[in-house]
């Protein structure tokens, strides 16, 4: 090959690189409310279970349309269980959140705290900041304050801590500010005192259902044993009782989400239509938080490219 052919590849190849690099960093910076863009989603759960619970659905959906999702466990989650406690339960906790995350097609992380010994510190407060930071997120989601476990609760506070220092340059400066505020919202639940939860966007979750229960039916721990209020009882070796008590978690999980889809069912016909939203069986259902980028409904239909 002559010398001038050999020059003429080497340029054409850097010109190729150079163009797939500008392409790629034109296309991240694409505005959060374009729908060409990738978006960028991080859950908070107090607990290897509380992300699954509350998002697992919508987050396969998300994922399988090529978005990037991330859930966090805040805790450890090391004392969640009747008989098994400390570091081999972390890391037994740990593993199936791991099996839950590679079903769903999100990232997973858990961090090094104890399960009910989270406080609303400085220190958590930036770890929490740096996290969204890093995940460069668009949407953030996470436990409301009130709630009956105290993790949950200061969970969502450090969430909400982190709703607003996201975009402050000198606070954990070693991790470039936002300067795009993400969209903060809450997981459902059925707390009433002081505020009962409001259903901003409920997502028709009906064909990934069976993948969100595959990932949280894999919790053995957690839901088969009973987590912190299981007992001897539920673990039995006959294989009679053992599908009928696998019978029971599974039920637990449908139940809980047909309610969810019965009970915000007029926010389903407005979200999909009367003949579509009709139909829906099970959903997870999301609250805007009071902190945060505030969306349209426009800018919310982007963020969760479901409803067409």
Known sequence: MSRTKTIRKVFSATLLLVFCCLLSNAYCLLPANSAQRQLRIICFGAHPDDAEIGVS???AL???KGHAVKLV????GDIGHWNEAGGPLARRRKIEVERAAKILGTTVEVLDNHDGELLPTLENRKTITKLIREWKADVVISHRPNDYHPDHRYTGVLVQDAAYMVTVPNFAPDVPHLTNNPVFMYFSDRFEKPNPFQADVIVDVDSVMEK???GLLGMVSQFY???ANGSQELMSTDPVKQKERWAVVRKRFVDRQKAVADKYRAGLEEWYGKERGSKV???EAFEI???GRRPDKAELKVLFPFFN
């Open 225 to 227: 044993e009973g987590g």
């Open 62 to 64: 998300w994922a399988a």
């Open 289 to 291: 938080c009071e902190y």
């Open 212 to 214: 969100k229960l595959d």
């Open 73 to 76: 466990a805040v805790t450890n």
């Open 281 to 283: 069986q099970y959903a």
């Open 57 to 59: 659905g919508t987050a």
